[in-house]
């Protein structure tokens, strides 16, 4: 028997065909594809500079867009439209340069420091491993592993798995940081989140009683002291780490939403506004911060888990 002649492809196989071969040229498994088409709520698009992104729908109608490159979550918006997350007009999306707002990664570490500032892992592309959604709360995993850009700068294996969670009213982290390799390594880590706000009227409540290391006016030379304010606002610039810090703060952004910032094991929080530093844009976001200043020490296999849960009333 003669080999029966191959049927066309419909219209919808050959776009499903064509996106595979478009993510697959950006780093994107093909597989991770199939999975995100099979989820309800979760999609996987073309952003700003053709840059993979994954958009999370909630069946309360809220949304949140998550760039591959980086891990950077860019949008977070509840159902009235509104975007509480903040990128920066100077922002660029080619690759060259980390993705500037929304909630960045610092890995494996926060700051200056012996790696370049903040670490590598905004600037390195994730890749989607798990999508699912449960009862129209939709959820994707993303992954990073060491590689030869990582490496060259800190020589061990490890694995990160980010997993980002919506609800109607919340957005939720959980950052999973495991040991692969033989020998024991160190890192500090931190989620520098814009906030969209109106800087003049915001405020950040709940860090009363905290040890401060005041980056104002030295950065390279904190000054130690004790938060006595109820109520921290931005009259002028702000960089401050709260060491301790408690596992719920909340902000008032000054454009009529409060946000509360819960968390488990994210033991400290920096709240940041560089004032005329950033003249273009610096009235238009605060940076709250969940961070892990002081050092994790991970030996071989072991992991470390945070989780950042943001809620609107």
Known sequence: MGIPPRRPLS?????????????????????????EIAT????????????PKVVLTSAGGSEADIYLFGGCVTSWKVSNGKD????RPDSVFN??????????????????????????ARNMDWSITQSENVDGDPAVTLELKDGPYSRSMWDYSFQALYKVSLKAKSLSTELIVTNTDKKPFSFSTALHTYFR????AAS???????????????????????????TITFPGFVDCIYLDAPAEVHIDNGLGDVIAIKNSNWSDVVVWNPHLQMEACYKDFICVENAKINNVQLEPKQSWTAIQKLFID
Not at 102 to 119: D, E, K, N, Y
Not at 197 to 200: H, W
Not at 204 to 220: A, E, H, S
């Open 197 to 200: 706000a109106s800087s003049g």
């Open 95 to 120: 690759k060259q340069k980390p993705i500037s707002g929304g909630i960045p990664h610092c890995f494996p570490q926060f700051g200056p420091g012996t790696l370049q500032q903040h670490g590598f």
């Open 204 to 230: 950040v409540r709940g860090l009363k009683g905290c040890k401060t290391l005041n980056k104002d006016p030295d950065p390279k030379n904190p000054i130690e002291g004790k938060e006595e304010r109820d």
């Open 84 to 87: 509480l997350l903040f990128v």
């Open 11 to 35: 219209k919808k196989a050959r776009t499903l065909q064509a996106k595979k071969r478009r993510f697959s040229r950006s780093g994107m498994a093909s597989a991770s594809l199939s999975s």
């Open 40 to 51: 309800p709520g979760v999609k996987l698009t073309e952003g700003e500079g053709r840059l």
